[in-house]
């Protein structure tokens, strides 16, 4: 995620403050997840437990962001000035 927003933003100030609110985000998402009673919401059908659910869920949300930065990205190349 970092090299993304590298690429993405050209200024470093920039990259430090999307990186340190990506992470935050996503600590505030987790931690809510982790208060929810996911056996209501989800039943049996994803794990016999609370960790076992949040564990599908977070592999399905990091697979998704995964796809959606794929998606969003593309790469340049750049070349030296050699």
Do not use: P
Request: hydrophobic fraction near 55%; charged fraction near 15%.
């Amino acid at each position: 995620m970092r090299s993304a927003s590298i690429n993405a933003l050209h200024h470093a100030r920039a990259n430090l403050v999307s990186a340190s609110m990506m992470v935050a985000v996503g600590h505030l998402v987790g931690y809510a997840a982790g208060a929810i009673d996911l056996e209501v919401v989800f039943g049996t059908m994803l794990g016999d437990t609370q960790f076992k659910r949040l564990t599908i869920i977070a592999g399905l949300a990091l697979l998704f962001a995964v796809g959606v930065t794929s998606w969003a990205v593309s790469e340049r190349v750049r070349l030296s000035d050699e």
